[in-house]
């Protein structure tokens, strides 16, 4: 069985972070993971994103043209990996960021307020485990506790502070449900 | 009869000699202001058409997209030999090479040595921003004693790193070499002494006077982990020590050319 | 060991540590940098000794300059900076001094850009430097691959006094994996009996690559060629997915070959009986293996990340027997499972022929496609 | 009486990287506070009168984005030259 | 015209000027310095550019500055200073401008010595810099065709936008043979339509070989791959000797080819029909001819003056269909055409194999006799 | 009792640091007088067992077949890298390059520059003799303006080729040179006066202070078309005036260090 | 037909030229030919060699081991040479530097004193002619003349006063006829 | 009365320059008139009486070929130390 996620979002939006600590999870629970990030142009700005490919075998590819699920964390990310997604796949929106709904009616979706609930928890930084945690809640790939826990063993102590704050975010994420396009629309 | 009227002038526009491209620098660099002055003063000599670019490796390696005239892009360090390929077989063709730090004073320190001491009729702008910004922010030979980089974590380290290079001092000692300068560009008097200075080293060449060379100190605020103004700052308060504003070599016929 | 999470070019820098390098000597470039900025912060803290040079042209002769001494040295750097260094490599190979060097593969020729290539297969494994000299190739597809074969490429370059290079493409440098690093080997100065680090207490030693009188030289060049028969036949390193069974063969090192075997599988699962040939070490060549392999199969797919460079080795290995058809993407482009499993799928239905180069006919769907 | 300007900025060029509204003597340019641009920057505009047509932005603006203006005098022959 | 007798350096120079050659860049190095030192006179009695640059980076840079003029700019060298170039090869080849690049063979690896070699056959037919890219080779195997080769050139050069190099050995620099020197063409300063020479009246022009996005980066080298394809079709340069007849062939380029004749005449007196096939254009290289030749004869000697490069490229093109041999001399010792004689007959007598490796069995004997 | 007796010592001899090999210079090249000095310091300082000589590219290539100490031999220029790859792996011996002006201030400008630069702990011996004595005598970055040599056959026109550089002046504009001097081969004086700078070069070595370099002004009777007493006259009339014998950067902790 | 001939002895002896004066004779005649020099390292001193190939063929091999003719100019080139000689060929020896006789019986040789016949014409540097003379009158490649025409016609105007000696010394060496070992013996 | 010297010059080595010959302030060198070394150079003799061991060839000599000796007063205490 594999799974294959991309992340996807704004330079600052902790893209590339939020892709590590799931590979991390995975690691801890045994699997096989990769972990891939878009290295863009030897300068900054623009977008960014991480393709993870979690799995029980050795993984072949870790890029892939039609993941299993997509987070999308802002406006471009979400036209650009929308028709992407497998048949059947998820997607996670950061609702905050977005305008339109989801076109595609043969996947699963979930829209997030995301940067809402981040400033809810006191933490606009926390925006990406929302969305993580909407992603786990929905994929059943990994366990929420186990992301939690690679969260404690890998951060460094002195970020620790973060870490209820985390929880808060991975689990008000992982209450979104997902809906086909057709409930949307319903 | 003489009538006196209050009329709105243009007292400053976008030069012709640039594109009407948005630059891929980060917000403040000074590698635009750079760009600027050396556009305008291209079009102060009305000498756009006859121009032949060189860019480098380095984040102004996409110099040509700005800049409205011919342009040619050499590997790391190389830009001064390319810049003599194009200005012996077009002798009367105004030639520049933009460069950074990186580029000039480490892995193209040979070549910049070697056309100073051959007095190629070529003028180098040279972008002082004391770390490799394109690559993400390693020591360059203009690193100072002390500053962080990616590859000096601990702060350039004298014993073990070295010491920072003084470009136009040492090039300075060529007689090939006719004008050589530094100037700054974190404030405005000074960026205004660097036009002059970029004015005076194209007058070089026009003269046929041989090799000019402006060294500009210039902000990367993005690798130094700083905004825009604290970078200009650093400038005056870190660099301009260390690196003196001053005319290190002109030659005596360029005391009757104004700029 | 426990398992990490580690990113190729940091895995690699580490495994260099944990074999007991002396000394590294690199220059900036990306996708490579990183390697270097790790080494920058870990090496001082070990008290080894790290020196950004000023270009390529200086890290090379340094490491040749420490080598010299006996050494554990490592460089590495990517495409552009790795042709500045070849006339030292060759100066390398002509004094028979042990040394690593990683290279990072990105899209070219010239500046390029710096996403995935692995267009200088043949720079590195055919050509490079002047002269008749063999480097050690060693291609990782995954990150524990590529700790393990650093980790022994400084074994296997004092063994030989061999230059070994580890060839890797962007991506595998920015990739991170599950990873267990080896032992940290205790940092000592080796003192070989050829080597130059003062002349306390025995005759004097010289270093050299230079042979005025043609037949001495001719009598290095035999000696040389004589050590390749012996890397050749102890230093053979490839891997077989598939293949028992299998009618077709995909041939791919590094990380085409790694997504080479995500479209196997999906192939596989389409009932397509296709296996993958993964050549490790690129030089010496996996001839006989894969001499074997053609004459059980009756068709092979070649897949780079250039233009059909490892193409005309298994062309030659082949003798032409059996149809070989390529499938390339260049310029810092990377294959997708999907198109490499539709190059099987063509493989397997449609009629193969001996004749015409497999580049052309590739060549020609290519330029359709694009 | 000070001369009288004005200032254009071109928000496709300005990245809002402050210098001009830290440069400008008059004190009278400011990053947007509600504007951002299609490339993400909150870019600088003329907040108040008093502009002098001076021209100091212009001299520190990295992306040329400024163009400046100044009414000046203008001694204009009214006769035809005969 | 009438005949002159000339040296090889010379005469490549002097043909150079005579093509109307508006630049030229070097740096001194035996066995190549006579052509700088030619260049060094004559051009500025022309009023024609010459610079003895700073080093073979300086040179390369150079030529590669000149050429995105428009003009017709030759640098020279020898195997270590091509080293050095091969990051600027790779960029005049990613920027598509026409340059002519003299290379004067020694031995190697390493300094080595100044003694004729053909050992950077790889370096400058297959590897040499980073990147998928072909320069055209022309090997001469005397002086009037070091002279027609180099004349055109530069035409060559212009019309496939490439780069041309002419790869001969030291003893090719040294010979001299009584040759035609072509008719001096007009210097010209060439204004191409994709030249820089400053844009007065037109679209200002760039030449640069990046580009950060891969797909244009691919499209890039797609095109690269096409004009080969062009190339390949049109320029193919070889000679025949006594083939007509053969049962042998001896397959042979540059210094050793013509060394291979005197011994096919030797062993024709002695009844033993074989003839020689001499490769002009190493890239392209005549496959189809060399391969036609395959099927016609029972058995190719390969002879070079290296461990065996072109030898690789025979054992490919003949798919493994006919018995081939090998004989080399390395290190800047020429063979003797008594040796290839020998060689020869050794073909003709003892039982061929497809078995193994011609490269083994001629070490074999190689270290016998040694 | 104190006797007086008249005694035969030997007041010169053949260095201990030399090889029993004749060399390949030319009758009256001093390229061997530069040897000889070098392995008379190192003789008197006793450190022929720490040596680690760095032989370049040029007609000294061979120079590792006359030192009785440990050599390496590196591609031409690269000398300065090489011998820091040494120096920094083994920092307590003593690690020299000998490098010609061709391999040194042409082809190597860029090596000889970043290792002064870093204040690499090593000492270069660099012998100027005004061209390519090796390859036959074709113009160096170091030939006097009108100087015939084989690639300048009307002498060193400065207006095309360029003009000569001073190499001790550059090296001394870098804070991490500590010992830089020009000298001159030419003469009994100017012998002792080399020979008394190779000393402090390699005292500078000895404490640690950084980069210390030793330009020579040496003869090539062959390329020169001399003999080698008049390639001595030409020393003293033409190249000592362009190229002063001076010490130009002198670390201030030398002042307590007798040579 | 194809004559091989290797010119060799000293440095300053004008071995080279020699050699070349041979191949513009033959060129000037419509024959093929080839001139090689040993390029020695790259520093001076030591000895000189050069081949001359004379052919109606396009020539094969400039070099050869076994060549129809040596002129031996000193001591180490006699050494080195006389055994490389074709059997049948012939060898021209410098006798004023040599100090021994010819010992192969199956070519034919001819000692010359060339440095003194060279000062008795007055012109030291006219050694390598008069052995040039030797050979050309006892090889039959070449006529004599043509050697003199050739010389005429591409020896540089400023050099034209030295043709009378060179003629001399030519016609002096020619005079010499060859003999085999047993004819020396007896 | 000035110092006695004498010089040996190893014609091994010696090139026959003439470097010492001109150097020596006594003008007591002179290269061979007759002899040839091995390698065809004629080497540098000591020709006549005056030698006083100054050194200064030794000092110019480019290969190290001289050795030079020098009588110097020696006080040696005869009375052995006890
Ligand atoms: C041969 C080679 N080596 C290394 C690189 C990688 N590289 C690209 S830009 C750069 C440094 C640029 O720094 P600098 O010249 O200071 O320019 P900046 O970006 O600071 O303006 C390096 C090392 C390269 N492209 N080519
Ligand atoms: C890369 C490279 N380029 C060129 C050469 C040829 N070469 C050998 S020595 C030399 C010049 C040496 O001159 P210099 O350094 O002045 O030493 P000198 O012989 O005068 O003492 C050159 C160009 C070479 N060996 N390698
Ligand atoms: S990285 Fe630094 S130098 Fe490069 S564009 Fe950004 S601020 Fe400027
Ligand atoms: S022109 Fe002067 S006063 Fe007006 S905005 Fe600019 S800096 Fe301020
Ligand atoms: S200086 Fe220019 S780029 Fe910066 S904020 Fe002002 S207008 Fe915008
Ligand atoms: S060529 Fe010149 S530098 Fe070289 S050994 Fe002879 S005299 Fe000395
Ligand atoms: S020691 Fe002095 S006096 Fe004696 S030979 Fe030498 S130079 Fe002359
Ligand atoms: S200086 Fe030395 S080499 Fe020269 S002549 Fe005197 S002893 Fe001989
Ligand atoms: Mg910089
Ligand atoms: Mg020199």
């Known amino acids: 069985m594999q799974t294959e996620i991309i992340i996807a979002g704004f330079g600052g939006q902790g893209v590339l972070f939020a892709g590590q600590v799931l590979a991390y999870a995975a690691m801890d629970q045994g699997m096989h993971v990769t972990w891939i990030p878009s290295y863009g142009p030897e300068m900054r700005g623009g977008t960014a994103n991480c393709t993870v490919v979690i799995s029980d075998l050795e993984i072949g590819s870790p890029l892939v043209s039609h993941p299993t699920a997509v987070v999308a964390m802002n406006k471009p990310s979400f036209d650009k990996y929308e028709s992407m997604v497998k048949a059947g796949g998820l997607l996670v929106i950061n609702q905050s960021m977005v305008d339109r709904g989801v076109e595609r009616s043969d996947i699963r979706s979930i829209m997030v307020p995301a940067n809402t609930i981040a400033e809810k928890i006191g933490d606009k ?14 994929l059943g790939v990994l366990p929420l506790n186990a992301v939690e826990k690679s969260l404690k063993e890998h951060l460094p102590a002195k970020h620790h502070k973060l870490l209820p704050a985390n929880r808060m975010a991975l689990e008000s994420g992982a209450a979104f449900k997902a809906v086909t396009a057709a409930q949307v629309i319903n | 009869m003489v009538q006196t009227t209050l009329e709105e002038q243009i007292v400053y526009s976008r030069p012709e000699s640039f594109t009407d491209t948005q630059t891929h620098y980060c917000p403040g660099c000074t590698h635009g202001t750079a760009h600027r002055l050396v556009a305008e003063v291209i079009d102060e000599m009305g000498i756009r058409e006859k121009m032949v670019g060189v860019a480098s490796v380095g984040c102004s390696v996409f110099a040509y997209n700005y800049f409205n005239f011919d342009f040619v892009q050499a590997p790391h360090g190389r830009a001064p030999a390319m810049a003599t390929g194009v200005k012996r077989v077009l002798p009367d063709r105004f030639v520049m090479t933009y460069q950074g730090d990186g580029d000039l004073a480490s892995i193209g320190m040979g070549e910049i040595v070697a056309a100073a001491a051959r007095g190629e009729n070529i003028t180098v702008i040279f972008i002082n921003n004391a770390n490799y910004g394109m690559t993400g922010g390693q020591m360059a030979p203009t690193t100072l004693p002390g500053q962080q980089t990616s590859s000096s974590p601990n702060g350039r380290d004298v014993e073990v790193d070295g010491f920072p290079i003084r470009t136009a001092e040492l090039l300075s000692t060529l007689d090939g070499a006719s004008y050589v300068v530094r100037r700054s560009l974190h404030d405005p008097k000074n960026i205004r002494m660097a036009k002059k200075a970029i004015r005076l080293a194209f007058e070089t060449q026009k003269h046929g006077l041989g090799f000019s060379l402006v060294e500009l100190l210039s902000v990367c605020p993005t690798n130094w982990g700083m905004t825009p103004l604290q970078a200009q700052e ?10 003196p504003i001053n005319d290190f070599k002109v030659h005596p016929a360029l005391a009757n050319i104004k700029a | 060991m426990a398992k990490e999470l580690l990113k190729g070019n940091v895995a690699i820098a580490e495994a260099a540590i944990r074999a007991g390098m002396n000394a590294y000597f690199g220059y900036p470039i990306t996708p490579q940098t990183e390697l270097l900025e790790w080494l920058a912060k870990r090496m001082p803290e070990l008290g080894r000794a790290f020196v950004q040079a000023e270009s390529e042209l200086g890290a090379v002769n340094m490491v040749y300059g420490a080598a010299c001494t006996g050494a554990r040295v490592l460089s590495s750097s990517s495409s552009p900076g790795v042709s500045l260094m070849l006339e030292g490599l060759s100066y390398i190979a002509g004094t028979e001094v042990p040394v690593v060097l990683v290279d990072i593969m990105r899209g070219g020729p010239g500046l390029g850009n710096i996403a995935p290539a692995q267009a200088d297969y043949n720079q590195i494994v055919h050509g490079g430097g002047h002269g008749d000299y063999h480097p050690i190739v060693l291609a990782p597809a995954n990150i524990q691959e590529a700790i393990d074969l650093t980790y022994g490429a400084f074994d296997l370059a004092e063994k030989y006094r061999a230059l070994v290079i580890i060839l890797a493409d962007g991506s595998l440098g920015q990739l991170m994996e599950p990873a267990t690093l080896p032992e940290m080997q205790p ?17 004097k030693r010289i270093l050299s690559s230079i042979n005025l009188d043609p037949p001495k030289q001719e009598a290095f060049n035999l000696h040389l060629e004589k050590r390749w028969q012996e890397v050749k036949k102890a230093e053979i390193r490839f891997m077989e997915y598939y293949l028992e069974d299998a009618r077709y063969a995909v041939v791919s090192f590094g990380t085409s070959g790694r997504i080479s075997l995500s479209a196997i599988r999906a192939a596989r699962a389409k009932g397509i009986p296709v296996g993958l040939f993964r050549p490790i070490s690129l030089a010496p060549f996996p001839e006989q293996a894969l001499y074997e392999l053609s004459q059980r199969v009756e068709g092979m797919l070649v897949v780079e990340m250039n233009a059909g460079q490892m193409l005309e080795d298994v062309i030659k290995i082949t003798r032409g027997k059996i149809p070989v058809e390529f499938y390339g993407r260049m310029g810092g482009m990377v294959p997708m499972p999907e198109e490499i499993e539709a190059e099987i799928e063509r493989l397997v239905d449609l009629p193969l022929s001996l004749n015409g180069h497999p580049r052309d006919r590739w060549l020609d769907r290519f330029s359709l496609a694009n | 009486m000070p001369p009288k300007g004005r200032v254009e900025i071109d928000e496709f060029y300005c990245k809002g990287c402050e210098l001009c509204v830290e440069a400008c003597p008059q004190g009278v340019l400011a990053l947007s506070a509600d504007h951002i641009n299609a490339k993400g920057y909150r870019p600088a505009e003329l907040i108040e009168l008093g502009c002098t047509g001076c021209g100091v932005c212009a001299i520190v ?15 204009s022959q009214a006769s035809e030259q005969e």
Request: proline letters at 5%.
């Open chain 2, 234 to 243: 650093w400038v005056a308060d870190v660099m301009v020590p260390y690196y």
């Open chain 4, 61 to 75: 603006c990295p992306e040329a984005a400024i163009v400046v203006y100044r009414e000046v005098k203008t001694r």
């Open chain 3, 187 to 203: 940092v000592i100065m080796r003192q070989p009996e050829w080597a130059t680090y003062g002349a306390a207490g025995r005759e």
């Open chain 1, 125 to 138: 930084r926390m925006t990406n485990m929302v969305l993580l945690g909407a992603l786990l809640g929905n």
